[in-house]
């Protein structure tokens, strides 16, 4: 088996433009494929709801875990792709497709992940998967 290089996650259309110009430059998202990112990994880019597949990719600067996703706009600013209004409702919108982890009868909610990326590319033209990709993302393999 192909060891893992990156991960895509889909981004809806309308905020894929945050990340080529203008100039977002972290993910945040509740925690689901990840145990075995790296820095120095690529992100793909898979954009959802119209006009869908791959439109760009950029490499793992550092991943950040946190249970408040404020608290990635106090450690990152603006540079998170979302603005703190749209975030409570993003989160919400994601863990509906997540669920929520039951351990032992107590409910607990995934922690959320910041990736930091740096050298964003858009393509020149959508690329089409070879297989879906799900709300949650799936890894890639090289």
């Keep these: 088996m192909a060891s893992i290089t990156g991960v895509t996650f889909p ?7 945050r990340f080529f110009s203008g100039g977002k430059t972290v993910f945040i998202k509740p925690v689901t494929v990840y145990r075995e990112l790296r820095s120095g990994m690529k992100v793909v880019f898979y ?3 119209e006009d869908t597949g ?3 990719e950029a490499t793992i600067r550092r991943i950040i875990l946190n249970d408040d996703p404020f608290a990635f706009f106090e450690t990152f600013g603006d540079a ?3 603005t703190p209004e749209e975030t409570p409702a993003y989160v919400e919108s994601q863990e509906r497709w997540q669920g929520v982890r039951v ?3 107590e409910t607990r909610k995934r922690p959320l992940m910041a ?3 740096e050298g964003i590319t858009k393509y020149n033209t959508a ?3 070879e297989r879906f990709v799900p709300v ?4 890639l393999r090289g």
């Design 115 to 117: 990736l930091e990326l």
């Design 103 to 105: 351990r032992k009868g």
């Design 127 to 129: 690329k089409k998967p």
């Design 11 to 17: 981004v809806p259309k309308h905020l894929m433009p």
């Design 54 to 56: 791959y439109v760009g």
């Design 136 to 139: 949650g993302g799936r890894s």
């Design 47 to 49: 954009q959802s709801r």
């Design 80 to 82: 998170v792709f979302l």
